[in-house]
């Protein structure tokens, strides 16, 4: 079952919702979404379909993005493969978030899922772990990133398909492995996880 329920809209504040994806990718952008909406203004039918991205199936996403953006503010940001590795993932990210935020021109509350706060942001903030399956504004914020960043990488395997990015997007499954064992790694590849995958230093 989907974890908001449209007829709850009390339980859920009017908050700014920030989540990522891609920090554990060996290749590509780390992409963050930075999402505002009042539940109790928010289509009821497109509250009840939220969730976590990675519990939702790939033409779900694509169909909700498009509604969420419709009826939410929402501000991307990225960090790059050149900024994972110049200042590591976890910076990159928790950089590309504040940009997301910052970006969105709002003063409310920021919550963010997982367990570190977000630096330099004026607004309150507090972390939440799970809280794409708690907060609402984070579970949509969870799918307009990864719809965003998986077409990035879908358009990427079409210049590079021996890793399997139009499926993989960029993660550490076989078919990558095999095509980095093979080739290497390409620009798009982060140096900094070389370890990950034994290829070359």
Not at 23 to 40: K, N, Y
Not at 124 to 130: E, H, K, M, N, Q
Not at 183 to 196: D, I, K
Request: glycine share 8%; charged share 20%; hydrophobic share 45%.
């Amino acid at each position: 079952m989907p974890p908001f329920d449209p007829n709850a809209t009390a339980d859920y504040p009017a908050v700014i919702g920030c989540d990522e994806v891609g920090r554990g990718a060996l290749s590509g952008p780390v992409v963050v979404a930075a999402v505002w909406f009042d539940p109790a203004a928010f289509p009821p039918a497109l509250l009840a379909r939220l969730d976590d991205s990675k519990r939702l199936k790939r033409p779900e996403r694509e169909r909700l993005t498009p509604l969420i953006r419709a009826h939410a503010r929402v501000a991307l940001a990225a960090g790059s493969r050149a900024l994972v590795d110049r200042i590591n993932v976890r910076a990159a990210t928790l950089q590309a978030m504040a940009r997301a935020v910052e970006r969105l021109g709002l003063d409310g509350p920021v919550l963010v899922d997982g367990r570190d706060l977000i630096p330099g942001i004026v607004q309150p903030c507090r972390a939440v772990v799970g809280g794409d399956r708690l907060v609402p504004q984070i579970a949509a914020a969870s799918i307009v990133a990864k719809t965003v960043r998986d077409a990035v990488m879908r358009a990427l395997a079409r210049r590079h398909p021996a890793y399997g990015w139009d499926s993989n997007v960029g993660y550490g499954t076989r078919t990558h492995l095999a095509g980095l064992a093979r080739l290497g790694r390409c620009a798009h590849h982060r140096v900094s996880f070389t370890r990950a995958y034994g290829g070359p230093a």
